[in-house]
């Protein structure tokens, strides 16, 4: 039987459903090629065997190697380090830089650096949407502070994000030192006394 003209062949994403499942078990997948081989093992043979899925449904929902690591990485950072909401700025900030903190000293999160500069190298564009797609998660926390009076309102809040975040990954991979509570209040109390 044909397909009518507003039939759309793209999957649908059912909440707790069989497209679930699989994205779980695809993401799960590239999450491990990630940290055990890197970005260059990741192939979409590998995956459909290990996620049990067949390429044509990988291929479907993922054009390309660089879409499927982006999405393990996005879901893996938005799990880890959804931003706080305690309804104070300074302890918001503080618990963030945290878990970027953890998250960027862990395996997987050694893997999705290395994963987004090899995909940068190749598809710079896709690496932007990555990162802008991180800014406007993170981006709310600033505006509530914003909303509360605690942050000016032209703050540039990718500015500041890029800032804040910067001294985190500097700190770690530039100068090769541990971040503990002491650098993160130093870096937060700078930070609001120029704001």
């Given at each position: 039987m044909s397909e009518g003209p507003t039939s759309d062949p793209t999957p649908r994403a059912r909440p707790g459903g069989r497209s679930q499942q699989v994205a779980e078990r695809v993401l799960a997948a590239v999450t491990q090629v990630l940290i055990e081989a890197g970005y260059a093992e990741l192939s979409f043979r590998d995956i459909s065997q290990m996620a049990n899925v067949s390429r044509t449904t990988l291929y479907r929902r993922w054009p390309s190697r660089a879409d499927l690591a982006i999405d393990a990485i996005t879901v893996a950072a938005t799990d880890q380090m959804t931003p706080p909401d305690t309804g104070n700025f300074a302890a918001d900030l503080s618990a963030l830089l945290g878990k970027i903190a953890d998250f960027i000293t862990?395996?997987?999160?050694?893997?999705?650096?290395?994963?987004?500069?090899?995909?940068?190298?190749?598809?710079?564009?896709?690496r932007e949407l990555f990162w802008k797609k991180r800014f406007g998660d993170l981006a709310p926390m600033f505006e509530r502070a914003q909303a509360r009076g605690e942050l000016p309102a032209q703050l540039d809040i990718e500015a500041a994000l890029a800032m804040l975040a910067g001294a985190i990954y500097f700190r770690?991979?530039?100068?090769?030192?541990s971040v503990d509570e002491e650098w993160i209040q130093r870096i937060v109390t700078t930070f609001l006394a120029g704001a």
């Open positions: 862990s395996p997987l999160g050694v893997a999705a650096l290395s994963a987004s500069l090899e995909i940068g190298a190749s598809e710079p564009m896709a770690v991979l530039v100068s090769a030192s």
